[in-house]
């Protein structure tokens, strides 16, 4: 789908861990845990060391790790991705729908 975004924020992060494009990751450099609070989006795909940018305030592509429809509340799934809000912290917001697993949609960040 899209790979828009329009980030109003975005932070540089040194990763302590692997890190793809297009995921949560928290304040320690790795991938957000599932369910759990979430600093930003990474923007590009990291190593263990490097330094990535992370998108912290407004819009940012994320990969969906199932169906998410427009408009659903987001949270942190397995290995940074986004799933509809089950049981964990409100990340964000999908802007837009993801019909399967590993689809590109743009979300809006929400503070948490």
Do not use: W
Not at 2 to 12: M, V
Not at 83 to 108: D, H, K, P
């Amino acid at each position: 789908m899209s790979q828009n975004n329009t980030p109003c924020l975005t932070l540089p992060v040194k990763l302590t861990a692997p890190v793809l494009k297009y995921t949560f990751v928290d304040l320690t450099g790795a991938n957000a845990t599932a369910a759990a609070y979430s600093h930003g989006v990474a923007m590009t795909d990291g190593a263990i060391g490097e330094v990535i940018p992370v998108v912290v305030l407004g819009t940012a592509p994320v990969i969906a790790s199932a169906a998410i429809a427009k408009g659903a509340k987001v949270e942190v799934a397995a290995a940074g991705k986004a799933a509809t809000i089950a049981a964990g912290i409100a990340v964000a917001r999908a802007m837009e729908a993801a019909a399967a697993a590993n689809q590109i949609i743009e979300v809006l960040l929400l503070p948490n």
